[in-house]
């Protein structure tokens, strides 16, 4: 089995910063890809950032420029740095990992986080 734990979510004015850190834990022997998601009251979840095991990323372009991912293969975490975060930003961003490989031969397609909140107000 495999479980993601985001944290990192809070309440921040526009223009302000926020770190979210997602571990997976279980008898993980491989990830592909790592990622973070997020919804929008309202709207669609949309892909945010993801990394993969040999770290290639690839951003929204709404977060071009603003956000960083980061991946830590040994830990199985996975970072996002958000910078001149915006109202527009506002969301649940929930983690992701694709293509689990688990140590015992198991392999999950995808995994989800229960994600977290991210509010940008003033």
């Known amino acids: 089995q495999v479980q993601l734990v985001e944290s990192g979510g809070g309440l921040v004015q526009p223009g302000g910063s926020l770190r979210l850190s997602c571990a997976a834990s279980?008898?993980?022997?491989?990830?592909?890809?790592m990622g973070w998601y997020r919804q929008a009251p309202g709207k669609e979840r949309e892909v945010v950032a993801t990394?993969?095991?040999?770290?290639?990323?690839n951003y929204a372009d709404s977060v071009t420029d603003r956000f960083t991912i980061s991946r830590d293969n040994a830990k199985n975490t996975v970072h996002l740095e958000m910078n001149s975060l915006k109202p527009e930003d506002t969301a649940v961003y929930y983690c992701?990992?694709?293509?689990?490989?688990?140590?015992?031969?198991?392999?999950?397609?995808?995994?989800w986080g229960q994600g977290t909140l991210v509010t940008v107000s003033s």
């Open positions: 992701n990992a694709a293509r689990v490989v688990l140590s015992y031969g198991l392999r999950y397609r995808e995994v």
């Open positions: 279980g008898s993980i022997l491989s990830i592909n890809v």
């Open positions: 990394v993969t095991d040999v770290g290639s990323k």
